[in-house]
């Protein structure tokens, strides 16, 4: 069973910057796509930003222009760089990995807290 680990999780000050890490456990094959989620307290889990087997990002309107995520398929892992960081994107981030059978793999997620 492939697991997914998240990092990079922390305290930061509002305007500031975190890159969050997952890495998977080996390699993982039929990928359909690859994403980040987040959960805030209280709130559900929404979708941040997208990445394709193809390489096409999508990102939600609240994180364009400052979050940018990507992947190294050669360490089977995928990131989150998040920048100009505001209280409100305080969370805790999952990484998201979907088959093209639909089948999801989860992480255990890491806290990003934004301090104003």
């Known amino acids: 069973q492939v697991q997914l680990v998240e990092s990079g999780g922390g305290l930061v000050q509002a305007g500031g910057s975190l890159r969050l890490s997952c890495a998977a456990s080996?390699?993982?094959?039929?990928?359909?796509?690859m994403g980040w989620y987040r959960q805030a307290p209280g709130k559900q889990r929404e979708l941040v930003a997208a990445?394709?087997?193809?390489?096409?990002?999508d990102y939600e309107d609240y994180v364009k222009g400052r979050f940018t995520i990507s992947r190294d398929n050669a360490k089977n892992t995928l990131y989150l760089q998040m920048n100009s960081l505001k209280p409100e994107d305080t969370a805790v981030y999952y990484c998201?990995?979907?088959?093209?059978?639909?089948?999801?793999?989860w992480g255990q997620g890491t806290q990003v807290t934004v301090s104003s």
């Open positions: 998201n990995v979907r088959l093209v059978s639909g089948a999801n793999i």
């Open positions: 080996r390699t993982i094959f039929l990928i359909n796509v």
């Open positions: 990445i394709s087997r193809r390489g096409n990002t």
